[in-house]
């Protein structure tokens, strides 16, 4: 069985296929940050346009150049939402043309939950239920995942999600877009305890996060000392460490609550390795096992869409249809199939 998947959720262009004995066959992803880069952030109507030009032209690519047989493709997953509504609409039309003119199902995929079960497609060990932590530009969120399709959201962001602010404090740094990975490499330099910064919600009893206050602190905190290198480099650290330790105490919190030991941390900002061997270091001492997906997965991919649309394939747990479907607030918490 093989699934064709297609992801077009934000700015990202990406092709992959998933075959059920092979694992990952193919996995390509065009980007646009050249595009955008200069304006410091996503421009939609810039993206939009370069969907145009590229979604058609890399299947038919990675069909072409890979030598696939159309016959041995058995669906095709897209990413139907949550994101851009224009981005979306070009990849769930593309993907819908070609799953009808083939006459395969097309089964429209909820990114945020491609990126929650994007470990199980490296290690099928990993069962449900367990807590998930997803981590990105758009979506800070903190997850009861019951079964497949069939999820809890304990906690929300209440305004910015942790890619954004990273992509703030690194533009006030000038570090250049996207951020998150550049304002990581800044922070080594720096040393943690030289700036006392505050912890929004640490005493709240809920899960929601908040990072408007500590964007606005580390902002000022920028502009006081631009002419003082050293310090900016602390300021970095500072703020980095400060918010993977929130993100650690709210999931630690979460796990205890629902009594589990298994936890996932999936989304871009889960490609940071300091992000990783904190959660691990609270983790492994209460005997909690922690699952990350691969940094060539992290960020937004085809291969998360087209396994996830194999595990769905699979259960049939999915509407046969080719009709073209999207929501750009798609809720994990409303997941139909």
Same mark, same amino acid.
């Given at each position: 069985?093989?699934?064709?998947?297609?992801?077009?959720?934000?700015?990202?262009?990406?092709?992959?296929?998933?075959d059920d004995q092979s694992g990952l066959l193919i996995n390509k992803l065009l980007h646009q940050n050249n595009i955008h880069s200069k304006?410091?952030?996503?421009?939609?109507?810039?993206?939009?346009?370069?969907?145009?030009?590229?979604?058609?032209?890399?299947?038919?690519?990675?069909?072409?150049?890979?030598?696939?047989?159309?016959?041995?493709?058995?669906?095709?997953?897209?990413?139907?939402?949550?994101?851009?509504?224009?981005?979306?609409?070009?990849?769930?039309?593309?993907?819908?043309?070609?799953?009808?003119?083939?006459?395969?199902?097309?089964?429209?995929?909820?990114?945020?939950?491609?990126?929650?079960?994007?470990?199980?497609?490296?290690?099928? !060990?990993?069962?449900?239920?367990? +807590?998930? *932590? /997803?981590? =990105?530009?758009?979506?800070?969120?903190? &997850?009861?995942?019951?079964?497949?399709?069939?999820?809890?959201?304990?906690?929300?962001?209440?305004?910015?999600?942790?890619?954004?602010?990273?992509?703030?404090?690194?533009?006030?740094?000038?570090?250049?877009?996207?951020?998150?990975?550049?304002?990581?490499?800044?922070?080594?330099?720096?040393?943690?305890?030289?700036?006392?910064?505050?912890?929004?919600?640490?005493?709240?009893?809920?899960?929601?996060?908040?990072?408007?206050?500590?964007?606005?602190?580390?902002?000022?905190?920028?502009?006081?000392?631009?002419?003082?290198?050293?310090?900016?480099?602390?300021?970095?650290?500072?703020?980095?460490?400060?918010?993977?330790?929130?993100?650690?105490?709210?999931?630690?919190?979460?796990?205890?609550?629902?009594?589990?030991?298994?936890?996932?941390?999936?989304?871009?900002? !889960?490609?940071?390795?300091?992000? +990783?061997? *904190? /959660?691990? =270091?609270?983790?492994?001492?209460?005997? &909690?096992?922690?699952?990350?997906?691969?940094?060539?997965?992290?960020?937004?991919?085809?291969?998360?869409?087209?396994?996830?649309?194999?595990?769905?394939?699979?259960?049939?747990?999915?509407?046969?249809?080719?009709?073209?479907f999207i929501n750009p607030r798609w809720s994990m918490a409303s997941i139909k199939k």
């Open positions: 069985m093989r699934i064709l998947g297609v992801e077009t959720s934000f700015d990202d262009t990406g092709v992959a296929i998933y304006y410091g952030g996503v421009v939609p109507e810039l993206a939009f346009r370069q969907y145009i030009y590229q979604v058609a032209p890399l299947i038919r690519d990675v069909i072409k150049k890979y030598n696939i047989c159309l016959d041995s493709i058995n669906g095709i997953a897209y990413t139907a939402g949550p994101g851009l509504s224009g981005s979306l609409l070009i990849g769930a039309a593309v993907s819908c043309a070609f799953a009808y003119s083939c006459n395969i199902p097309a089964i429209p995929i909820n990114h945020m939950e491609a990126h929650l079960l994007s470990p199980m497609m490296e290690n099928n !060990s990993i069962q449900f239920p367990f +807590i998930g *932590l /997803l981590v =990105s530009g758009k979506h800070t969120q903190l &997850i009861n995942a019951h079964k497949l399709g069939q999820y809890e959201i304990l906690g929300n962001t209440l305004d910015d999600a942790v890619g954004e602010v990273f992509d703030k404090v690194a533009q006030a740094l000038h570090l250049g877009y996207p951020g998150g990975a550049l304002l990581s490499q800044f922070a080594q330099k720096g040393e943690l305890g030289k700036f006392v910064f505050p912890f929004p919600m640490k005493n709240n009893s809920g899960f929601n996060f908040s990072f408007s206050g500590l964007k606005t602190f580390t902002l000022k905190l920028i502009q006081q000392n631009l002419h003082n290198i050293q310090n900016l480099h602390n300021i970095a650290c500072q703020f980095e460490y400060t918010v993977f330790d929130i993100l650690r105490h709210k999931t630690y919190y979460a796990v205890q609550k629902a009594g589990y030991n298994r936890v996932i941390v999936a989304g871009g900002v !889960s490609a940071n390795l300091r992000l +990783i061997h *904190l /959660l691990k =270091s609270t983790f492994q001492d209460n005997n &909690i096992v922690l699952y990350s997906p691969s940094v060539n997965i992290c960020t937004d991919n085809a291969a998360m869409i087209a396994y996830l649309g194999f595990l769905y394939f699979q259960s049939e747990s999915f509407t046969q249809n080719t009709d073209i």
